[in-house]
């Protein structure tokens, strides 16, 4: 009996070790599954947790992050030889309009301002910036000399989105200078980020269904705060039709803990954008704010313009002249040929070949107009 117990044992193990073979490998993460580099400027990644959910990100906001297109995450630490340590959050978005408006979200008015990514701000040893699609919060040990040019490096390794998605939002940019309370501005693209940053406006009437999108910011006046809020809409017939239902604000006052939200409300509708001022200050100063926000149409011509070498006019022309030069040329130079071979020929073989006097005489009829009447 201990012969087949040694071989049914052995064939268990056979068995076990074919399921082993046989079974595919674990297929390791491809690396664009990884936002951040392995490394940069001296820092090592020992760590890494990537995910799809935006919970791991931010469980707070995550709603939020669903709503700029929020696509995967990824949190590293990073070690240096001299043991200094780094941890770094980055997500990455479906466009560059998601990685900017939750940069503009988690910018905090006391961050200044810095020059690494698309755009960048820090405070203390923490360092935030975005470039192209994604967004990056780095949390130093400690500040050096050197932090900001590693951070810049950082952003370097970073994958930039092609087409389209690489373009940031406009609506931001028709928000006036003048006055603007320094990192106050707020870029939205759905209802759980206008209920966050406190806006004048409810949800249900900017309608983010009709594919609106927000951008708030606060203005400094002589008579005090006051909150504007753009909406733009994808055509200005949405914008004048919402427009009507903003002006139920002044209607039906609701009170405002926050007087810079507080009626009455001033709006002005340009293009596909409404605008409207909020705040305890004068209709005056309220419709100067307003006057500063004026729609630009800007026009992209997406036609073929034909002037590449091959299609342009003035090539067309150019050749048409080489062409015209070529002929003239050619038949100048068989002219020439054509005359002086008749010139020689005449010359050395007198007419005989050419003007022969029988090939040059003169066929008479002979009518005798004179002779008709006899």
Do not use: C
């Amino acid at each position: 009996m201990k012969a087949p117990t040694q071989v049914l044992g052995a064939l268990a193990v056979l068995l076990v070790s074919g399921v082993v073979l046989a079974a595919p490998a674990k297929p390791a993460t491809p690396d664009q599954k990884f936002l951040l580099p392995k490394n940069f400027a001296g820092w090592e990644k020992s760590s890494s947790q990537p995910s799809t959910d935006a919970g791991a990100a931010d469980p707070v906001n995550a709603t939020i992050l669903r709503e700029f297109g929020f696509t995967d995450f990824e949190a590293a630490t990073y070690k240096r030889s001299d043991a200094r340590e780094m941890t770094v959050r980055a997500a990455r978005f479906a466009d560059a309009s998601g990685a900017y408006g939750s940069f503009m979200f988690y910018k905090l008015p006391q961050m200044l301002t810095e020059q690494f990514g698309d755009e960048g701000a820090s405070l203390n040893e923490r360092a935030f910036f975005y470039r192209g699609n994604i967004l990056v919060d780095a949390k130093l040990d400690r500040v050096t000399a050197m932090s900001a040019a590693e951070l810049r490096e950082l952003a370097d390794t970073l994958a930039l989105p092609e087409g389209p998605a690489r373009n940031l939002p406009t609506l931001p940019g028709y928000l006036p200078r003048q006055a603007y309370v320094q990192n106050s501005a707020r870029y939205i693209e759905g209802p759980a980020g206008l209920a966050a940053v406190g806006t004048p406006v409810p949800p249900e009437l900017v309608d983010f269904s009709r594919g609106a999108e927000v951008t708030a910011a606060k203005y400094s006046t002589s008579d005090g705060t006051a909150t504007l809020l753009l909406v733009s809409y994808p055509t200005p017939q949405i914008a004048g039709e919402r427009m009507r239902a903003f002006s139920s604000l002044n209607q039906n006052p609701q009170p405002a803990a926050d007087a810079t939200l507080a009626g009455p409300f001033t709006l002005k509708r340009t293009g596909p954008i409404v605008a409207l001022v909020a705040g305890q200050i004068s209709a005056g100063e309220a419709k100067s704010l307003l006057a500063s926000v004026n729609y630009d149409a800007d026009v992209t011509w997406n036609e073929n313009t034909h002037l590449d070498q091959k299609d342009n006019v003035a090539n067309l022309l150019v050749n048409v002249v080489f062409l015209i030069a070529i002929i003239f040329g050619f038949s100048l130079v068989v002219g020439v040929a054509f005359g002086g071979v008749r010139l020689v020929m005449k010359r050395l073989y007198p007419g005989r070949i050419f003007d022969r006097p029988e090939d040059v005489e003169l066929i008479q009829l002979g009518l005798g107009f004179g002779d008709k009447g006899r």
